[in-house]
């Protein structure tokens, strides 16, 4: 089996806003009752394209150990 390499450019702050924006979009047209579903189907999907599980992994413990704004704070479209 040929193991898939990932080669991951940084993305520059201009074009990961557009990013978030384009997420941000995205999650309110799922709405709050798939809000949960639609993120999750996003990080399987890359995870599964990129090939790298691991990554993907570990990507979430920090995320989750990373404090979040308060909602009032938060940016949203």
């Known amino acids: 089996m040929t193991e898939k390499i990932l080669h991951m ?3 520059t702050f201009d074009h990961l806003e557009v990013l978030y924006d384009e997420l941000a ?3 309110d047209q799922a709405g709050a009752e798939r809000e949960s579903v639609f993120l999750a189907k996003l990080v ?6 990129w090939g790298q ?3 993907v ?9 990373e404090p ?3 909602i009032s704070d938060r940016k949203r479209v």
């Open 9 to 11: 450019a940084t993305l």
């Open 68 to 70: 979040s704004p308060p």
């Open 53 to 55: 599980g691991e990554r």
């Open 25 to 27: 979009t995205a999650i």
């Open 44 to 49: 399987l999907s890359m995870a599964h394209e």
């Open 57 to 65: 992994s570990a990507l979430i413990q920090e995320c989750l150990r």
